[in-house]
């Protein structure tokens, strides 16, 4: 049986974009909603490593894969720095950047007449 | 073929007299050979002494000194096939203050080696020594010697002034790798010389003190060659961490992966977990082999170091805190031990084969004149 999933106003548009980013209650559970360019992402607020609200870390830039004594700057803006331990995260994908089988829950996000939907 | 049972990949060969040394040896540094000798002194006194009293050449002599006598004394009673010869007395070279002389030194005992050792019995390899306070020199070194098929790895004193992953340091790999020998470290010069002291707080207060806390310094430098990315710049190099212990290993392994999940954007050049290039390229040797009460305890640290390819067994020949490879291995379960007696060593020394009996017999009695 497939879930029923509903969408939540979660904020405005003009609130997202200026902010870049909004911790929000919906349905009961924090989320983080993150203006990453001109997309938007939600992002559940639980480290799946130890359970921090990992939403809350700084969102920054990283040091790219390189070869031995190189240092790449890249993904600026798209990373999210668990506050707890410092896990990054991949704002777009979800993904923590060491090991690709951690995952941030994520959820869709939809956009109409100038409101932020989370659809859950 | 047939293959060998057992390789001991940590036997100390020693320099009889110290004019053995001199044929080998440019005319200016005779003198201050004869007088100086290795001259990396300091260090901690044992009142039982370093060197096994029961292993005495029958002509006197220091233990370890006589290729015929460790032949019988020790490979054939055994039941050893093959033997890594790591030196004795002469490994902290490195820290000695002049690096000319540690050069010198090392260059005339790696010619010394071959003539001496590797001429006597197809039983015993080397390890070329080097002198790692010049990496340059010490690459050139290794590319001389490595010629000789015989000479099986490269070795250090783990004593030093810096980490061994530091960028100083790259030149000795590169020459490792390029001519497909594994580098080895042994221990026991950690606060001697110009080494740094043994501990970061200083120095410890008895020999056993001192001898207890050594795998400290294996914690370091591991740590430093896999951080520094020492595994990807030279991604065939193994390292051989010879007579260090065993059971720190897993504590360094898992927080070296806990810390890289939240820090490897300081270290954006490895690839993959901190212990995966561990188990890849990190050999361990078994003595002094650890002794908990409960055998199984030490099963399951050889599990976590996936000692199944990375543990070799060794003596330590002709040293006090000696391990008999028929009962220091027993308490292993017996599918590792066998990985531990041997074939990790054959992998990694590419010594597939024993030697025939005829040869090492006939190689003994011609060096022995008969």
């Known amino acids: 049986m497939e879930k029923t999933q509903n969408r939540y106003e979660a904020a405005t548009v003009e609130e997202l974009r200026n902010a870049k980013r909004l911790i929000v209650t919906v349905k009961g559970m924090e989320i983080g909603l993150f203006a990453v360019g001109e997309q938007f992402y939600a992002w559940r607020n639980i480290c799946p490593h130890a359970a921090a609200p990992v939403c809350q870390g700084p969102v920054c830039g990283t040091r790219l894969p390189s070869l031995v004594y190189e240092y790449k700057y890249g993904k600026d803006q798209e990373i999210v720095r668990c506050p707890w331990h410092g896990w990054e995260f991949d704002l777009i994908t979800g993904q923590h950047l060491v090991d690709e089988k951690v995952k941030l829950r994520g959820y869709k996000v939809e956009v109409e007449d100038g409101k932020v939907y989370v659809v859950i | 073929m047939t293959k060998p049972k057992i390789i001991d990949t940590d036997v100390h060969n020693a320099i009889a007299r110290t004019e053995d040394l001199l044929p080998f040896l440019p005319r200016v540094w005779h003198e201050y050979w004869k007088s100086a000798g290795a001259g990396y002194g300091g260090g901690w006194h044992s009142p039982i002494g370093v060197l096994r009293s029961d292993a005495i050449p029958p002509g006197g002599g220091l233990p370890g000194s006589d290729p015929k006598h460790m032949l019988e004394h020790h490979f054939h009673k055994y039941g050893i096939d093959y033997g890594i010869l790591t030196g004795s007395g002469i490994l902290g070279i490195s820290l000695n203050p002049n690096p000319d002389y540690g050069n010198v030194i090392a260059s005339a005992y790696n010619d010394w080696l071959v003539e001496t050792w590797l001429k006597a019995s197809s039983v015993y390899k080397g390890s070329i020594l080097i002198n790692h306070a010049d990496p340059q020199a010490a690459a050139k070194e290794i590319d001389r010697m490595a010629v000789n098929k015989n000479m099986v790895q490269v070795i250090m004193c783990s004593g030093s002034r810096m980490l061994f992953g530091q960028r100083f340091y790259h030149p000795i790999y590169e020459a490792a790798e390029r001519n497909g020998l594994p580098v080895a470290v042994h221990p026991g010069t950690e606060g001697r010389g110009i080494a740094g002291a043994p501990t970061p707080s200083g120095y410890p207060t008895s020999y056993l003190e001192w001898h207890n806390i050594l795998p400290t310094n294996y914690m370091a430098h591991v ?37 890289y999940k939240g820090l490897r954007d300081l270290v954006p050049w490895l690839k993959r977990l901190p212990s995966e290039y561990i188990k890849d390229h990190i050999r361990l040797t078994t003595q002094p082999i650890e002794e908990p009460a409960n055998n199984e305890q030490l099963n399951q640290i050889l ?38 007696l041997v074939d990790n060593a054959i992998e990694l020394y590419g010594l597939n084969e024993a030697p025939s009996a005829a040869v090492t017999d006939a190689k003994a009695a011609a060096i022995k004149g008969e």
Not at chain 2, 230 to 239: G, H, R, T
Not at chain 2, 314 to 339: C, G, T, V
Request: glycine residues 6%; aromatic residues 12%; charged residues 25%.
């Open chain 2, 223 to 259: 740590n430093s060659l896999v951080c520094e990315g020492v595994f990807e710049k030279f991604p065939l190099l193994k390292f051989v961490a010879i007579e260090g212990g065993i059971a720190w290993l897993p504590h360094l392994m898992w927080r070296m992966d806990k810390n």
């Open chain 2, 303 to 340: 599990d976590m170091v996936d000692a199944g390819r990375t543990v070799m067994f060794s003596s330590d020949y002709p040293h006090w805190d000696f391990d008999n490879p028929k009962m220091a291995l027993q308490p292993i379960r017996k599918e590792l031990r066998q990985r531990i």
